[in-house]
């Protein structure tokens, strides 16, 4: 009697576990036809805002395809949902939330659709991207899972009062140009022993993602555009991180930069130091919290004999289509909508930030904006001249070799440049061994 | 009358293995299962995302080449060689003071003990700001005294020191009533005869004091060394385990290659190796200690 | 100066040692920012702006709850299946007693450091990360309490038992009516020590769960104190500690003796 009643039991249970399975797969509607895409912006306000817009837009021009936007929880990292997401098999079919530095984690399981695979990718691509840069975005084996969307190009931010007061009278272009001004600027302005003014201040913990406010923007300028890995081998225990190494040791061992933790604010929003490593997220920030602060926007400090552009890194953050999706046309139609000329310009607009495009300095579009926001025609003209992360697996890991390494030589001072890049490689080079 | 004793003997063990029952299942889920998986793991490349990948050995040949993981156990033992002697000597010295006819004695007892209670995030967070360079409360006293300010968690030398003071400072209570329980319980007549033998105080202390207070004593030991590997949340918000790797203690290591770098595999052999170590530790120091007295 | 007056001098400045950091905390979350460092216990301008910002910045209100939640359920479950597996330890027979005891021992040995990582993924495996599952039930069985139960039952006169037995209670009427209520002492101190405890665990709930809004007190005021959100102000940060601070010292400054005793009593076990 009893096993019966199990048996049935167990086949209902299973019925029920098998109808909730298929219906959450099941995108289409069978009553109107229409087919049904989950889309998951970047949780911050003015990225929401924007994808609200597009997606409405959207919606009412392709009624048979119908988009469903879900904001990523706000407490999480994007990076921790998304491989939640992929190891249980519920991830969107798009996000636009791609950082290019989590890829290898993504495509690891196979959890996205190369794009590539696409007939038009490649002129859509060409078309808005440089060459040089798209290049970037490809995976080892040659295909392309992340559609480049937006940078935050790192530039150096400094405070022109500073400066002037200081007799400083343009933002310095090298190495030997900041430290000759930090000379000036760094100073004890009320007689009480402490320094007052800094030329610049960083964390002095060893936190892996604060290179890429320091040492790896500052890398890519000093190397002209190479990270740290070429072809997979590491390849950046090179001169240029040596001097960058040297660069950041003086700062430090010359008292130009605290060696201590920063509390009771942000300095450079309370003007106690000259200058700020940030990308064009901070012009916000600075005209919310410190509307009076005169400040300008300049590239990266390079070593006194660099040659050609100045280079930096682009906190891009790009769009990929998942490989859970039924539909993946209609997936990549939507991803061509998000970075047509006009949505780019509702990108400006809405949220201050660059789209990865070649053409925006030439295209007539984005004249007006920019007219009204000289400063972020600076990051414009930086945006051609940026380069991502290494699809690599265990950045993390990585650049918590490097930041230990950095924090003995530049902040401590107790190993030599040379020695400290020397280690960093070697250790990455134990981590990259370890995955093989 | 037998029968009725026979039934009722029948009866006590079902019911008894109704009684134990939570603890069984209990004890396969959560004692049994995960050290069956742990040592599983430790031979193993896992993720959590991806499926596992058999490596072998190769965690434990990574482990012996790892510098994090000797500099761990090392900053493990400069944190007890500062934090146990002063945790002993702070408590019984406290001890003997409060041992006699005092007027609130209790209220002395009670704050001693305050720190005990409170959540280490309270005490992390104090010592924070006591300890801070520029504004804390004793560079402060410091600079107002003359003297020079300390750099006390932002010198790869003064910060795993700092952190032992500051444990020392939060457990100190349990063992300064340990203590005076110990002490409470020495005879009197031990003293007495002590003193028909002519001894002098500090006599007393070192042959009729210290020996009975020998458990206490390896109590301490034991527990402090225990909590000593276990460090957690001291350096994790502090320090993040720097300047320099200096407060990296056993147990955030483990937590940052498992949680922050996602090398579960390796992290259940940090883990493994650890309790090994702490085992056999305890167990040298409880020999050593029952021997010298 | 007499040897008793030196003896108050030390008993004060250790007076001054563990209480003073205490005073000033809470005085210095009452104080406008930039008075914060200095000694002073008093400011002319007294504010709740620290305090203010706590509230508005994270969920405490919630944490604190979910303390509440997470260790009365954990410190209840202890005490009923940790009496229940002590007596059955203490009184009854049954096959296998001899190593279960050994086993719970065993148990008790064992670091967190081993148990830590399989115990999460098996929290993973049963989808019971971000629920309160994760942070209530690894803990619902405590060794040091069973063997403080056993230890303790012990020494209840087994005549007593015998005689409930004859009465034809069942083993689970006696151990409610009459070994429970015969034990109170250690009831209170298996329960003061499990829901301490319980209550100031941090590195199971940090790794357990993520969501705001079931983090417990001590997690989500080390995640306001590491993120950056405090914007380092220190008002703030000790406003956040005080608040964790003041159940515990409140709930201590009242039952102070039983706290004391069980917290030092399990040490001697040790």
């Given amino acids: 009697m009893e096993l019966r009643h199990a048996q049935k039991f167990f086949q209902v249970f299973l019925v029920a576990v098998l109808a909730g399975c298929g219906s959450r797969q099941e995108t289409a509607n069978p009553s109107s036809g229409t087919i049904e895409l989950t889309y998951w912006p970047a949780p911050n306000i003015q990225e929401i805002q924007l994808a609200d817009s597009l997606v409405h837009v959207w919606n009412r021009t392709h009624p048979a395809i119908h988009i469903r936007m879900q904001p990523i929880p706000v407490s999480q990292s994007t990076e921790e949902v998304l491989l939640a997401a992929i190891a249980g098999k519920t991830t969107p079919d798009i996000c636009s939330n791609i950082w290019p530095g989590a890829l290898h984690d993504y495509t690891q399981s196979g959890g996205l659709i190369p794009l590539d695979t696409f007939p038009d990718f490649d002129s859509v691509a060409s078309a808005r991207v440089p060459a040089e840069l798209l290049k970037t975005f490809r995976s080892a084996d040659g295909h392309c899972f992340q559609f480049p969307w937006k940078s935050n190009p790192v530039m150096m931010f400094y405070n022109k009062r500073l400066f002037r007061e200081a007799g400083v009278d343009s933002a310095p272009r090298t190495y030997s140009e900041f430290l000759r ?65 040297d660069f950041f040791q003086k ?46 926007v300049a590239p990266l400090p390079v070593p006194d004999d660099h040659q050609g552009p100045v280079y930096t890194t682009g906190d891009f953050k790009n769009i990929s289509i998942f490989s859970t999706t039924t539909h993946p046309r209609e997936a990549w139609e939507f991803v061509k909508f998000l970075v047509t000329a006009e949505h780019d310009l509702l990108l400006l607009e809405i949220c201050n930030q660059i789209p990865v495009r070649g053409d925006l300095e030439t295209n007539p579009l984005f004249a007006s904006y920019f007219h009204r926001n000289p400063l972020m025609t600076k990051f414009a003209q930086q945006a051609p001249y940026t380069r991502g992360m290494d699809a690599v697996p265990d ?17 401590y001072d107790r190993k030599s440049p040379a020695e400290a890049i020397r280690d960093a490689v070697d250790r990455t080079r134990s981590i990259v061994e370890w995955n093989q | 009358m037998r029968g009725r004793y026979l039934s009722v003997k029948r009866k006590n063990d079902r019911q008894a293995y109704l009684f134990v029952m939570p603890y069984v299942l209990y004890f396969l889920a959560f004692v049994a299962y995960p050290l069956i998986f742990s040592i599983v793991l430790m031979f193993n490349r896992w993720n959590i995302v991806t499926p596992m990948e058999w490596i072998g050995i190769r965690n434990f040949v990574r482990m012996i080449h790892d510098p994090l993981f000797f500099k761990s156990l090392g900053n493990t033992i400069i944190f007890l060689l500062i934090h146990i002697p002063l945790q002993v000597v702070v408590a019984l010295g406290l001890a003997i003071l409060l041992n006699a006819k005092l007027k609130f004695r209790f209220f002395f007892r009670a704050v001693y003990f305050m720190p ?10 104090l010592w924070q700001q006591l300890y801070s360079f520029d ?44 203590f005076l329980v110990g002490l409470q319980n020495i005879p009197a007549e031990l003293y007495e005869a002590a003193s028909l033998d002519g001894a002098s105080k500090a006599k007393k202390f070192f042959h009729v004091t210290l020996p009975m207070l020998n458990p206490t004593i390896i109590a301490i030991v034991i527990l402090s060394t225990i909590g000593g590997f276990s460090l957690f949340i001291e350096p994790y918000v502090l320090t993040g385990g720097g300047p320099m790797q200096s407060t990296l203690s056993t147990m955030l290591y483990i937590y940052n290659q498992a949680f922050y770098f996602d090398h579960m595999g390796y992290a259940a052999t940090l883990g493994i190796v650890f309790a090994i170590i702490i085992l056999t530790v305890v167990g040298i120091q409880r020999r050593v200690i029952e021997a010298e007295t | ?60 209100a919630r944490a604190f709850l979910n303390s509440v939640l997470v260790s009365f359920t954990v410190t209840s479950c202890v005490v009923v299946l940790g009496s229940m597996v002590g007596y059955a330890l203490a009184k009854l027979r049954f096959a296998g007693k001899g190593i279960l005891y050994i086993l719970i021992l065993f148990t008790m040995m064992i670091p967190f450091q081993i148990t830590l990582i399989p115990q999460y993924v098996l929290m993973v495996k049963l989808g019971w990360t971000d629920t309160y599952l994760s942070l209530i039930v690894p803990s619902m069985m405590s060794g040091l309490s069973i063997i ?80 950056g959100e405090s914007e380092s102000q220190l008002g703030s940060l000790l406003a956040a500690a005080t608040l964790l601070a003041l159940p515990v010292i409140l709930a201590y400054a009242f039952f102070q003796r039983y706290f004391i005793e069980s917290m030092s009593s399990s040490g001697i076990k040790g």
């Avoid at chain 1, 790896?216 to 190494?245: H, R």
């Avoid at chain 2, 005990?116 to 967070?125: A, F, L």
């Avoid at chain 3, 037995?165 to 151990?175: H, K, P, T």
Wanted: hydrophobic letters at 50%; proline letters at 6%; one cysteine or more.
């Fill in chain 1, 181 to 245: 001004d930090a000379q000036k600027v760094t100073r004890d302005t009320n007689g009480d022993g402490q320094t007052d003014i800094w030329m610049g201040e960083r964390d002095i913990r060893p936190i892996w993602w604060q290179r890429l406010f320091d040492f790896y923007p500052f890398y890519i300028a000093a190397s002209g555009g190479k990270t740290l890995f070429t072809a997979n081998a590491v390849t950046y225990g090179d001169e240029s991180a040596v001097k960058v190494f």
């Fill in chain 2, 135 to 178: 504004y804390g409360i004793l560079n402060n006293i410091l600079s107002s005294i003359g003297l020079p300010r300390i750099p006390w968690l932002v010198d790869a030398a003064y910060a795993m020191p700092s952190i032992a003071i500051m444990a020392t400072w939060k457990n100190v209570g349990i063992y300064i009533v340990l």
């Fill in chain 2, 116 to 125: 005990v209670v409170v959540s280490g995030v309270v005490v992390t967070i």
């Fill in chain 3, 148 to 227: 403080l139960f056993r230890q303790f039952f012990m020494g209840i006169p087994q005549a007593l038992i015998d005689a409930a037995r004859i009465d034809g209670c069942s083993e689970f009427q006696i151990l409610i009516r009459l070994i429970w209520p015969l034990s109170v002492p250690v009831i209170i101190t298996v329960a003061i020590l499990t829901f301490m405890a319980s209550w100031n665990d941090v590195l199971w709930p940090l790794i357990v769960v993520r969501d705001r809004s079931l983090m417990t007190m001590p997690q989500l005021v080390t995640i306001f104190v590491i993120g």
């Fill in chain 1, 395 to 411: 950045l993390k890991e990585i650049f918590d070799a490097i930041s230990q390494e950095y924090e003995i030589c530049a902040v």
């Fill in chain 3, 1 to 60: 100066m007499t040897g008793k007056m030196i003896r108050y001098m030390f008993l004060l400045a250790g007076l001054l040692v563990f209480g003073y950091p205490f005073v000033w905390m809470i005085v210095g979350s009452f104080k406008p920012e930039l008075e914060i460092p200095n000694l002073k216990l008093w400011s002319s301008l007294m504010t709740f702006n620290s305090y203010r910002q706590v509230f508005t910045k994270i969920p405490i």
């Fill in chain 1, 251 to 296: 700062c430090y061992s010359y008292g130009y930069f605290p060696r201590t933790f920063f509390q009771g604010g942000d300095p450079f929003l309370l003007e106690k130091k000259a200058t700020h490593f940030a990308g064009p997220w901070e012009v916000a920030t600075i005209e919310k919290y410190a509307p009076g602060l005169e400040f300008g």
